[in-house]
């Protein structure tokens, strides 16, 4: 039985070692690329606690008898001092003997020199592996971002505890008034390679109405749902953290309003009703050309969808995402004969008041006009 208990014994020691450097290791892949679901870490983790409590139920009267040593050592000690052994005494090795070679050991002065110099070394070699951004004096802030929301950067001075969870993936307005659209028309004519070539932005608008077809295979291409179940843009992880809200100035049988293009069954919510042409001309810094056109395309970012899993890369990908919908607007209106046109330069605050979004949760990252030429 005790063979069995020391063979036992040093197998639990010697998995326990093994494991510990595979959590080790996973634990320096997830750091450095960010990987905050990497299941091998988790795994080694769970069976390294396993090993351990495993070594600990093995051991615990030797983990016993070193505590009790520790406690008479710091009693005060009125005997006269007794000449240290230099090493393990010769005889049985009882869990005292052990117990009180060890904590010999790592407080004589090489063991705190050990402990000093091996925590020294890693926290080098940790500071080596990721280490802090080179941020160049006066440099703006998105220099700033893109610097610290690189993999691998070392994100000691993060305030951010919690990442959160993953919310909803579609947003819902139960009350709205619904707006079907027409089944979009997926046998074009025109070459995709045509529609590159030719895309361009477009300033002039002819004041005619766009027809419902037209709307609906717009907001089609740009984010709609494939047969797939995936949409018409690619998104980091599948995640989808982008919304679009048509803001309708002129499209037969819609009436104007703020609307919320509803991916899932392909259809407008409406959100407020009425003539935006004046706030929205004044949110795009008085370019008139967003009054003239037939309808403009806000693009917003939930950024929670992706936070919980990007973390510090999610406003990255938002944006990145809100270009890939950009360039479909463009060579959606190109294969139809309309015009667009992307806008950067808007007031955000009252942009986002109109969508009905905080601008912080949910935000306006982007605007398009779309129109007949
Ligand atoms: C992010 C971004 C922001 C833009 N902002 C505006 C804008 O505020 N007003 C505007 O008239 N054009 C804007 N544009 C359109 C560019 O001016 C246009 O793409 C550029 O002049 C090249 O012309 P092209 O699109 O006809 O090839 C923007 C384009 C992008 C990609």
């Known amino acids: ?21 595979a959590a080790i290791l996973t634990g320096v892949i997830a750091d450095l690329w960010d990987l905050n679901d990497f299941r091998w870490h988790t795994y080694a983790g769970y069976v390294m606690t396993a090993f351990a409590l495993a070594h600990v139920a093995l051991n615990w009267r030797k983990i016993l008898a070193y505590a009790r040593f520790r406690l008479r050592r710091s009693r005060p000690n009125t005997s006269p001092p007794r000449p240290r052994p230099k090493a393990l005494p010769h005889g049985p090795l009882t869990p005292a003997v052990v117990g009180r070679a060890a904590g010999g050991a790592l407080l004589s002065r090489r063991g705190v020199l050990g402990l000093g110099v091996g925590g020294l070394v890693g926290v080098v070699a940790g500071r080596g592996l990721r280490p802090p951004p080179v ?37 819902q307005y139960p009350d709205a008034n619904i707006v079907v659209l027409p089944e979009p028309n997926l046998a074009g004519q025109t070459l ?21 077809e037209e709307l609906s295979q717009v907001l089609f291409l740009t984010a709609g749902m494939t047969r797939s179940g995936r949409r018409t843009h690619p998104s980091s992880g599948a995640l989808y953290p982008i919304e679009v809200y048509p803001v309708v100035h002129n499209v037969q049988s819609v009436p104007q309003g703020v609307y919320h293009y509803g991916i ?18 004044r949110q795009g810094l008085l370019q008139e050309f967003l009054g003239e056109c037939n309808v403009v395309l ?18 990255r990908y938002g944006l990145i995402e809100a270009g890939h919908l950009g360039q479909n607007v463009y060579l959606a209106a190109e294969s139809m004969g309309l015009g667009a046109c992307a806008i950067g330069a ?12 905080d601008g912080r949760n949910e935000a306006a990252v982007y605007m398009l006009s779309v129109g007949k030429v």
Not at 298 to 315: A, E, H, N, S
Not at 350 to 357: P, S, T, W
């Open 192 to 212: 995709v390679e045509d529609a590159i070539v030719e895309r361009h932005s477009t300033r002039d608008y002819s004041g005619a109405p766009m027809s419902p």
């Open 346 to 357: 808007f007031l955000d605050d009252e942009m986002n008041r109109m969508l009905g979004v």
């Open 135 to 171: 941020i160049p004096g006066g440099a703006d802030v998105g220099v700033v971002y893109h610097e610290w929301s690189k993999p691998g950067v070392l994100d000691a001075i993060g305030t951010v505890a919690d990442w959160g969870k993953r919310p909803p993936q579609y947003k």
């Open 298 to 315: 806000f693009l917003t970012v939930i950024f929670q969808r992706m936070r919980f899993k990007y973390r510090d890369r999610t406003y």
């Open 1 to 21: 039985m005790r063979r069995l208990r020391q063979d036992a014994n040093h197998l639990i020691s010697a998995g326990l070692f093994l494991v510990a450097l």
């Open 264 to 281: 899932r069954d392909h259809a407008l919510e409406r959100v407020r009703s009425g003539d935006f042409r004046v706030p929205v001309v």
